[in-house]
């Protein structure tokens, strides 16, 4: 299955899964977006890489808005050389409008990410000859406040279903791709990886996430990157 059509799979899988407050809100990014990320999968998603990188679910300013996973509105514009139609959800949170490209916010994470791949390999093409990026989840979820609850935080009723089709999602992903190592960026993207690959010929590893809510991400992520990635034996 080609990861065109293992993210619609998990699009209309995940379309069919409830969820409660305090969860008032939720964003599918592979329905809206689709159109960008389409695009992502098709010009970037290479088999035969070193790693895939891990991600936790969408930010709201980087893939809510572009479809592409850490997806900063400006990097994903100008360096990737995507921009394309973004619908709107079916329930759109007044507090978290969804503006595609027009959107002017910056998603820290995927700014932090991105600029550091551009800095450190130059063309998005020398980054996704060796690396991809995947998001585990594809949902964001908002609660009445317009707050984020990461996936983590659901009751095991509502997280059970999602982690089960998000787990069919990753294996054939990585099944596509067939990397040599999944790096979770966090700690926990690179747990569900444990536990959801620990079956294929796969090695794991871990990057700091780059998230502004993270104080020793705060004092300089690319260059903590750098060692982690040395650590694991790239070559940056």
């Not at 995507?82 to 002017?104: D, M, S, T």
């Not at 004092?219 to 070559?235: L, N, V």
Request: glycine share 8%.
């Amino acid at each position: 299955m080609d990861p065109v059509r293992i993210a619609s799979a998990l699009s209309r899988a995940v379309d069919g899964l409830q969820f409660e407050p305090p969860v008032t809100h939720v964003y599918n990014p592979l329905n809206y977006a689709k159109k960008p990320h389409t695009a992502y999968l098709k010009r970037f998603a290479r088999p035969g890489i070193e790693a895939l990188l891990l991600g936790m679910n969408p930010g709201p300013f980087g893939m809510a808005q572009t479809g592409v996973p850490f997806g900063e509105v400006s990097l994903v514009r100008d360096w990737l050389g995507i921009e394309e139609h973004v619908g709107k959800p079916p329930v759109e949170h007044p507090k978290r409008p969804i503006q595609g490209f027009a959107c002017e916010r910056s998603e820290v994470s995927g700014r932090r990410l991105y600029g550091w791949a551009e800095e450190r390999f130059g063309s998005p093409d020398a980054f996704f000859d060796r690396f991809f990026i995947w998001n585990y989840c594809p949902l964001i979820f908002l609660e009445e406040t317009g707050r984020n609850r990461t996936p983590d935080k659901l009751p095991a009723a509502e997280r059970d279903p999602l982690f089960e089709v998000c787990n069919q999602a990753l294996v054939r992903i990585v099944q596509q791709l067939k990397p040599k190592r999944v790096i979770g960026v966090g700690k926990f993207a690179e747990k569900r990886a444990m536990e959801v690959l620990s079956h294929l010929d796969v090695e794991f590893g871990t990057v700091l996430h780059p998230s502004p809510a993270s104080p020793i991400a705060n004092r300089g992520w690319a260059p903590q990157a750098d060692k982690q990635f040395a650590a694991m034996g790239y070559k940056i």
